[in-house]
């Protein structure tokens, strides 16, 4: 985190960006770690100041943008979502579970969430069948899996199961002002053959 | 033979007699997005997506059913249209449960792709998540309700090119749903001949060929149009 030196005054303060983990399967965020040396070049351009990757407790104020992975499933993504939004300029629905809910809202089609435990834990099960009880120590499940920008205000979508790194790059290059001269796309060849769809 | 003058977009155009508002738009090199229509069968204007403007009509009309005129005026790439077929693709992906990531024809698929050439994001619709059945009986092909954007491709393929009329519709609105012959299983329907010609035709996931996973499924989609010109035209080159 950086602290402003009073001293070193018109100097710009360096941008603030984040990366959240709701309901999702935590690909976008291995997408995001496959930007590889280029993380170093993100580093000098911007604080990471919170992200699951990151040994941050507390969503910090006054962040700039976040990349959001997963679809909004349970009580503490909704307390996360909402508090995030609360403190960010930029909200970016990042993957396909944030945009659509995907695979995390296959669950939907089941009228309650009762119903999806019972079906899972007892129907399904072929040992000690029994519905995990301990709510306090699991989230409790919303009704239904939502898409993130059902519950708040969504800035921008970045498309993929998971986005590839290439497009990422792209983003927060065009988001931190800093066009990478065409580097972006370049890696995008080399890296990932043609851009997949 | 006296061709058809209008104006598309402002441009004066010819078009043949007899042709449609979307043929004679293709004709002259000007794009409007389709879902249902496909070469070699008849058209329909179920998918709604090839909506034009034409001057006196109030009334949006579907570019695929609607004959060209002389001195007709349409337009084909208005703000409102653009925004209606954002609307429709939206409403498309809110009905079932089209989950790219995890379908067949990811990458292959033409409402994935009208998708991304319309600038369709996300969608601002509640998605309705239906409990849709999946069809495996056949012994060679399958169908996925859940992917299903009811265009009766596979409907019209079979009827008028194949002459099974194994396929049809059943229910209405949102109980809508593509049946074999009395709403049977696909694997006892008799009059199946398991020519394949409604999966070539699908545009989307939604009818397959066993065995194919997540992004294999290729549809050979221009095989009907190879069909139908080397049955009326003796033409054998595709």
Not at chain 1, 168 to 180: D, K, N, Q, V, Y
């Amino acid at each position: 985190m950086s602290t402003q030196d009073p001293a070193a005054a018109p100097a710009a303060r360096r941008p603030r960006i984040a990366t959240v983990w709701l309901a999702g399967c935590s690909g976008c965020h291995m997408s995001f770690l496959d930007l590889d040396e280029w993380l170093f070049e993100l580093s000098k351009l911007a604080d990471v100041v919170y992200s699951p990757v990151a040994d941050v407790k507390e969503y910090p104020e006054n962040v700039d943008a976040v990349l959001v992975e997963g679809a909004v499933a349970n009580v503490d993504n909704l307390e996360l979502i909402r508090k995030v939004r609360a403190r960010t300029g930029a909200v970016i629905a990042f993957g396909d579970c944030a945009i659509t809910g995907n695979v995390t809202a296959l669950r939907n089609r089941f009228v309650t969430p009762e119903e999806l435990l019972r079906h899972a834990y007892v129907e399904e099960a072929d040992f000690q069948p029994q519905v995990p009880g301990d709510r306090p120590l699991v989230p409790e499940l919303l009704p239904k899996v939502l898409p993130v920008h059902q519950v708040v205000k969504v800035d921008a979508f970045l498309h993929g199961c998971p986005p590839p790194p290439h497009e990422i790059r792209s983003l927060l290059e065009t988001l931190l002002g800093t066009p990478g001269e065409g580097a972006a796309a370049k890696m995008g060849k080399e890296e990932n053959g043609e851009p997949k769809t | 033979m006296k061709v058809t003058t209008l104006k598309i977009n402002g441009q004066l155009v010819s078009a043949s007699p007899g042709a449609t508002v979307l043929e004679a738009a293709r004709e002259n090199g000007v794009e409007i997005p389709t879902l249902c229509e496909l070469e070699g069968i008849s058209n329909v204007g179920a998918c709604r997506l090839c909506l034009v403007e034409i001057a006196g009509s109030p009334r949006l009309q579907p570019a695929c059913v609607t004959e060209a005129a002389e001195e007709m005026e349409v337009q084909t790439d208005t703000e409102r249209l653009k925004r209606y077929r954002r609307m429709t693709l939206e409403l498309l992906f809110a009905e079932r449960n089209h989950v790219c990531p995890v379908c067949v024809a990811n990458g292959h698929c033409e409402l994935q792709n009208r998708a991304r050439e319309n600038g369709m994001d996300h969608v601002r619709f509640p998605y309705q998540h239906p409990d849709l059945p999946v069809d495996i009986t056949h012994d060679r092909f399958g169908v996925d309700h859940n992917r299903c954007i009811l265009c009766t491709r596979c409907v019209r393929v079979c009827d008028e090119v194949e002459g099974a009329h194994t396929w049809d519709l059943s229910g209405r609105g949102t109980q809508s749903i593509v049946i074999t012959d009395l709403n049977q299983p696909w694997g006892e329907a008799d009059t199946c001949t398991t020519c394949g010609k409604c999966v070539e035709a699908c545009p989307t996931g939604a009818i397959f060929r066993k065995g194919s996973t997540v992004c294999e499924m290729e549809h050979r989609r221009d095989r009907i149009r190879f069909i139908t010109d080397a049955r009326k035209k003796q033409e054998w080159n595709p």
